[in-house]
């Protein structure tokens, strides 16, 4: 989930007025740039701040308080992900893909040799403890390892994002349609919607 400048939480989907959107600003901070938002729970999530001093905020209640837990980090991250509260991925805009076992304090780059030219990542995604994608630059990546290492997968569609529901069923969304898999990424059916769109995007809550 991608938001820039002020982090928000939806409290509701029923709008009574213009004036009430169901929309509550529970954090603000002129000036930075929070490029994207993971929550592995309803009270535990991370925030990128790709502005500087570049840090990492980290919740535990619900995003009512935010706290810095990491100052000077990736000027650049563009995707974060967790599986638990203490393991997690992110990803930059200049190739980097990281990987803390401390709930975000500390990271280490992983092995993405296999990216090739790639250097732009726009989102990363985990199912499991094993199991996750690399999405952006007009690739994608897998791993099966933890983020050890990465492979490509093929998939004509210029590709900007994507999500797995699990471990088989995946969307990927790009220049003028959307693609799907039923085996993990290894083929995909693409759909196509328009080329005048670049599709930036997508969501699924069941298949």
């Known amino acids: 989930m991608k938001i820039f400048g002020?982090?928000?939480?939806?409290?509701?989907i029923q709008a009574i007025s213009v004036g009430q959107t169901g929309w509550q600003v529970q954090y603000e901070s002129i000036g930075d740039e929070y490029y994207d938002l993971y929550f592995?729970?309803?009270?535990?999530?991370?925030a990128i701040n790709t502005w500087p001093p570049y840090d990492l905020l980290k919740t535990t209640n619900k995003g009512v308080n935010w706290n810095v837990i990491m100052t000077s980090g990736y000027r650049d991250g563009t995707g974060i992900t967790f599986y638990n509260e203490m393991t997690g991925w992110l990803c930059t805009s200049s190739g980097g893909v990281y990987k803390s076992i401390n709930g975000g304090i500390n990271w280490t780059r992983s092995d993405c040799g296999s990216c090739g030219t790639a250097d732009d990542f726009i989102d990363i995604q985990f199912i499991n403890q094993n199991t996750g994608w690399l999405y952006g630059d007009y690739h994608i990546f897998k791993t099966t390892n933890g983020g050890l290492n990465y492979f490509p997968l093929n998939c004509s569609l210029i590709v900007y994002n994507g999500m797995f529901l699990d471990s088989v069923n995946g969307w990927v969304a790009g220049y003028g349609g959307v693609a799907r898999s039923t085996n993990g990424g290894l083929n995909w059916g693409e759909y196509a919607i328009t080329n005048e769109y670049r599709i930036q995007n997508i969501y699924f809550a069941n298949l």
Do not use: R
């Open 6 to 12: 002020t982090i928000l939480l939806l409290i509701t």
């Open 40 to 46: 592995i729970n309803g009270f535990t999530g991370w």
